[in-house]
């Protein structure tokens, strides 16, 4: 990668609405670097890109959610969130002829918000291009905070943490699972991004319990020995529903569900006491197939929903941006005082944003699954 190659990724084919994701779905190809900037435009070098499920929906036709587009075959796959370096702002609008001779009517613009050298997100709108380099204007960029950059993962942190996934993670557990002390809590894809960090989130609020439903027994220990659970079940082994059953004996109070399907209806259905709280977070076992969003349930489940008085609406964490700001200050200092374990599963390469999405869409990650484009002087390393 130099200043003046560009790569991009884009959807070469859908996967279909019933059809897991292949590589076959995925391209690179050169394309332009951007050179003409306009005013109010930033030219940003991509430095990391987050992978995540809602992508899998981009890849559909129609993505069934009204905060997401979906990609077009043949173009540039749009990410939902990235960290780069800025390399170049547009130019400043010059004072014109008129502003000169003091007419207050003329367009007087500030200067650029940033500068070349430093560390941006994507702020609000979930749009992070795969590119090597591309432009943004200025209000799609947020600056990140210098004080985190030298904490563990760095400049990572804001999308392992400090942003979707957190932000996801906390005001779930704390504003749908109203989380107190002596809940017993369950989570599923508990060893994912949102998964290891919403355990995280109901210990430091004084659950009782933390229960994990992961893929795999790597993952039950890493969840047990790393991330503080009191206990981690394998949904693949054939004793999960009786160790899931050992696991909650005392019934459970409330569930972070990252998942949904036949996992969801057996923690509800079986395990979940009256007057329990879901946080509905996703339902990634149907991701693949042809369902609305939130999908359908089965009738022995939307029964004992019923009965139990539980409470399972749909959660977004969108829905709750005005509570961003004070939910980012303390999770800012959950880390700082060494509370918040935060794990990262890194693919290296632009070529490999098609292969770490598939990744963890079969489960290869713990914690966040993301891919460095390149460090901060456009080098990067390849397999
Ligand atoms: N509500 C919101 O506002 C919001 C915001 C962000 C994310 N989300 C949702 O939160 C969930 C987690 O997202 P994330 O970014 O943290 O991803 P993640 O958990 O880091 O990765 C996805 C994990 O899902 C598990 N999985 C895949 N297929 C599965 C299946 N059929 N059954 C059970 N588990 C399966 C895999 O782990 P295993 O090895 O355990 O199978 C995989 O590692 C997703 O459903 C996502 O859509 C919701």
Redesign the pocket.
């Known amino acids: 990668m130099t200043d003046s190659s560009n790569k991009e990724v884009i959807l070469s084919a859908r996967p279909g609405v019933n059809g897991t994701l292949t590589e076959k779905n995925f391209a690179v190809r050169e394309c332009d670097y951007p050179s003409d900037l306009k005013s109010g435009q930033v030219l940003i070098r991509n430095l990391y890109l987050t992978v995540?499920?809602?992508q899998r929906c981009q890849m559909n036709e129609e993505t069934g959610v009204h905060y997401l587009l979906p990609n077009q075959v043949g173009s540039r796959v749009n990410g939902l969130g990235g960290v780069g370096e800025v390399v170049k702002c547009g130019p400043s609008d010059q004072p014109s002829d008129d502003l000169a001779t003091g007419d207050s009517r003329s367009p007087i613009k500030s200067p650029p918000k940033f500068k070349p050298g430093d560390f941006v997100m994507n702020s609000e709108r979930l749009h992070w291009p795969w590119a090597e380099y591309f432009c943004l204007a200025e209000e799609e960029l947020a600056l990140i905070d210098p004080e985190i950059q030298d904490l563990p993962h760095g400049l990572k942190l804001p999308l392992a943490y400090l942003g979707?996934?957190g932000l996801?993670s906390y005001l779930?557990v704390k504003s749908r699972g109203k989380v107190t002390s002596g809940d017993v809590v369950v989570v599923?894809?508990?060893?994912?991004?949102?998964?290891t960090l919403a355990g995280q989130f109901a210990l430091e609020w004084g659950a009782k319990k933390v229960i994990g439903?992961?893929?795999?027994d790597e993952?039950c220990r890493a969840l047990v020995d790393g991330f503080r659970f009191t206990t981690a079940v394998n949904?693949k082994s054939p004793a999960f529903e009786s160790k899931l059953a050992e696991a909650c004996a005392d019934g459970v109070d409330v569930y972070f569900d990252?998942?949904g399907?036949e996992?969801s209806r057996i923690v509800i259905v079986d395990h979940m006491k009256p007057a329990g709280r879901v946080v509905?977070?996703?339902?990634?076992?149907d991701?693949n197939k042809d369902v609305p969003y939130p999908p359908p349930i089965p009738k022995d489940m939307q029964n004992a929903i019923v009965a139990k008085s539980i409470d399972r609406e749909r959660?977004?964490?969108?829905s709750y941006q005005d509570q961003f700001p004070e939910a980012l200050g303390d999770m800012k200092r959950m880390i700082l005082e060494g509370k918040i374990r935060v794990e990262v599963t890194e693919a290296e390469g632009i070529e490999k944003a098609g292969w770490a999405l598939m990744n963890?869409?079969?489960?290869?990650?713990i914690?966040?699954?993301m891919v460095k484009v390149c460090d901060s002087s456009g080098r990067v390393k390849q397999d």
Do not use: E, H, R, W
């Open positions: 995540d499920p809602a979707l996934s996801t779930g599923s894809g508990a060893a994912g991004s949102c998964g439903i992961c893929g795999s993952k949904y990252n998942v399907g996992i509905l977070c996703g339902q990634i076992a991701y959660f977004l964490v969108l963890m869409m079969n489960g290869g990650n914690g966040k699954q």
